[in-house]
């Protein structure tokens, strides 16, 4: 069974503060890493995709990825009320017979950020 | 492009009725997913087909569940007969054939099904 654990949060961070967010994994063979941005009522959409081990930047959002640790975060710099969101970790594990693309979704984790 | 297009985005029916949730992928996508969404669960992957073939359906809860991609630009989700349980968000999304390990998926709006 493939597994992806986040807090629930929700983490509360002052508005310009960093807001670090955390997920683990189960399957060593996985392969892509995704965070999606969930507004309350709407779609995931993505933010973020890292493959390989290290640090990816992308304006004010960092992913950074340990294969070893099976860990993966995102940090956000400058944290605004916009981002006020629930963040969801994916996992992919690369099914080679027949072409795969299969996501496991973490539960995600409440982003509030305070005035 | 339009994105992933869903209908309905709410839905309300009552126990033992049949609903029918339909999907449009974004044009040029070969892949294309259902997932249910809820407060316990999260989000679920149901079933997804691969060039209009369903290439695991492992997370389709019961036969009561059942998904049909008949071409490219058409899929369909149907549930017989609906149960309270079946309450939740249901997305669709599409993406392209990975040139590596994965591609983003887009996702639809979303279906909002109440099974009362």
């Known amino acids: 069974q493939k597994e992806v654990e986040q807090n629930s949060g929700p983490l509360s961070v002052p508005e310009g503060a960093i807001a670090s967010l955390n997920c683990t994994y189960s399957?060593?063979?996985?392969?892509?890493f995704f965070w999606y941005r969930q507004y309350s009522g709407k779609s995931p959409e993505l933010i973020m995709s890292?493959?390989?081990?290290g640090d990816k930047e992308d304006g004010r959002f960092t992913a950074q990825l340990n294969k070893a640790s099976q860990y993966v975060s995102l940090l956000i710099r400058d944290s605004q009320p916009s981002d006020s969101a629930t963040y969801l970790c994916a996992v992919n594990f690369y099914i080679l017979t027949g072409g795969g693309n299969k996501l496991t979704f973490g539960t995600g984790t409440q982003l509030k950020v305070e005035l | 492009d339009a994105g992933v297009i869903q209908s309905p985005r709410h839905e309300v029916t009552e126990m033992g009725q049949e609903v029918t949730l339909r999907c449009k992928p974004i044009s040029g996508h070969d892949y294309l997913f259902w997932y249910r969404q809820t407060m316990m669960r999260g989000l679920e992957l149901l079933i997804y087909?691969?060039?209009?073939?369903?290439?695991?359906d492992s997370g389709m809860p019961e036969d009561r569940f059942s998904a049909k991609m008949p071409n490219a630009s058409f899929s369909t989700l149907k549930i017989q007969p609906s149960e309270p349980r079946d309450s939740a968000v249901y997305f669709c999304a599409s993406s392209l054939v990975p040139r590596g390990p994965t591609d983003t998926q887009y996702f639809g709006p979303g279906t909002r099904l109440t099974v009362l």
């Open positions: 399957d060593r063979g996985s392969q892509s």
């Open positions: 087909f691969n060039n209009n073939v369903p290439i695991d």
């Open positions: 890292i493959y390989s081990n």
